[in-house]
T-cell receptor
Framework: EPEVTQTPSHQVTQMGQEVILRCVPI?????FYWYRQILGQKVEFLVS????????KSEIFDDQFSVERPDGSNFTLKIRSTKLEDSAMYFC????????????FGAGTRLSVL | DAKTTQPTSMDCAEGRAANLPCNHS???????VYWYRQIHSQGPQYIIH???NNETNEMASLIITEDRKSSTLILPHATLRDTAVYYC????????????FGGGTRLMVKP
């Protein structure tokens, strides 16, 4: 069964460093998402992406965050200068298109900012 | 999206049916009820969704009341692997992209 793949599974970084989290969505999907979950808290929406542009973003998704689909398969989330409070699980999701509203999630990347 | 209310936690014996309720009294006519679950900090997993008719798939059944103000997710024969947080999400199908997760119900399946 096709699945959303995220790498790395765990990323440790120093405060102030840039990190890139990578996702390979399901191959025929057109809509892509990033969510995050701080330990013990709810899953929060960050951003959605369609047709090579951001279609929606939350207040969390400030200028420190950016997303990119550099080629036909990868979807990345970049955090320019990490803060301690960016430590969380980051989930990528994708969905097929107009006919389906089901989002399929990856296993997540655990980001630890020291 | 309409607000949902779910119990914080529930227990269920292995092999028995798990019935997870959700209240969505402010649901509007074009909003669907979606269920996802999250097993121990893994990514959320889609289970089922419906508008007004009851739905069944290989994972679960969804029972929506006639007035659509509440619904119940049924796992017919719960296993230990069904231990997870279950989220009931109400949303319009043709607008917006994001899923809004609440606190969900923590289901503990016990031997």
């Amino acid at each position: 069964e096709p699945e959303v793949t995220q790498t790395p599974s765990h990323q440790v970084t120093q405060m102030g460093q840039e990190v890139i989290l990578r996702c390979v969505p399901i191959s025929n999907h057109l809509y892509f998402y990033w969510y995050r979950q701080i330990l013990g808290q709810k899953v929060e929406f960050l951003v959605s992406f369609y047709n090579n542009e951001i279609s929606e973003k939350s207040e969390i998704f400030d200028d420190q965050f950016s997303v990119e689909r550099p080629d036909g398969s990868n979807f990345t989330l970049k955090i320019r200068s990490t803060k301690l409070e960016d430590s969380a699980m980051y989930f990528c999701a994708s969905r097929m298109g107009q006919g389906s509203r089901i989002q399929y999630f990856g296993a997540g990347t655990r980001l630890s900012v020291l | 999206d309409a607000k949902t209310t779910q119990p914080t936690s529930m227990d269920c014996a292995e092999g028995r049916a798990a019935n997870l309720p959700c209240n969505h009294s402010t649901i509007s006519g074009n909003e669907y009820v979606y269920w996802y679950r999250q097993i121990h900090s893994q990514g959320p997993q889609y289970i089922i969704h419906g508008l007004k008719n009851n739905e069944t798939n290989e994972m679960a059944s969804l029972i929506i009341t006639e007035d659509r103000k509440s619904s119940t997710l049924i796992l017919p024969h719960a296993t230990l692997r069904d231990t997870a947080v279950y989220y009931c999400i109400v949303r319009v199908n043709n607008a917006g992209n994001m899923l809004t997760f609440g606190g969900g119900t923590r289901l503990m399946v016990k031997p």
